[in-house]
């Protein structure tokens, strides 16, 4: 493994120099707790780390939101519509005292990661691919040390100065 | 965990309470447009509406930049990495001339859309099954009145109230 140097390229963006730091939170971590640091911190996604922070996971808002939405209830419109209106907006306290681990599936896909020396070409194409608005950002060790928004992934590319 | 005190049912919400304004583009307009607008108005998707201000499909964030993204990038990571690196933040130019309706399947699926009166555990059930951080509102005429964001949806929610 080469260390690139960029005498000539410095210019061109890595995954490291849009990655911003984030809240995680662990599979012991209460669902509710999960949903809370997300909204909190306006994320688009969160990365569940394990004991050594490495992701285990990194969950789209709507994976999120999952967890705490009672599996009966996504798969079935007409059963939703029988919830009388008082209890349906407090579904969530069905869940929410549940951890991460569990109501997520034993086996989670392979978490959405780069390496920090990723091109933002290859963040977007993950992003597109696994439709992961999140993309964790590893060390050579698989450490988390950040996470790219889809957010500033857009405002980072040229994509603004095309006409304005 | 305290449970709120609900008189009547008036203060149930509903998509209506929690829908905001959002800007929307149509398949005409240029792919570019498409990803600055999502940006700009930091929504987590876009509403496509027809010429009747009808949703024709509501995308997901990762949806919007996969339009921009060149389908061979998206399926290939080998081929991503040969990109050399001057070229890796300017990918999206190759489509951003093109527009929203060129780059769409031509059936795209059923728009992500509830009406005004859904509750707050059916926009939740939606979001999750179609895995859509965005969910369109809409009046009897399927004309489009607003939108709720996940973010929004889980503001709203009681989840803060529980340990807080």
Known sequence: MTTPVRTDRAETM??????????????????????????????????????????WAVLAGTQVLRLA??????????????????????????????????VSPSRPAKPVTVRADATLLEVAALMARQHSPLVAVVDDD?????????????????VFNADD
């Not at 059963?79 to 991460?100: I, K, M, S, Y």
């Not at 790219?148 to 405002?155: A, D, G, K, N, S």
């Open 69 to 102: 939405v009672p599996g009966a209830y996504q798969e079935d419109p007409a059963l939703v519509r029988t919830v009388d209106e008082d209890h349906a907006d407090v579904f969530w306290q069905e869940l929410a005292d549940r951890t991460v681990g569990d």
């Open 14 to 55: 890595q995954a490291r120099d849009i990655a911003v730091n984030v809240p995680t939170v662990t599979v012991d971590d209460p669902v509710a707790k999960a949903v809370r640091v997300m909204a909190v911190s306006r994320l688009p996604g969160l990365v569940v780390v394990d004991a050594r922070s490495r992701p």
């Open 142 to 158: 698989g450490v988390l040390v950040g996470a790219v928004t889809l957010e500033r992934l857009i405002t980072s590319l040229a």
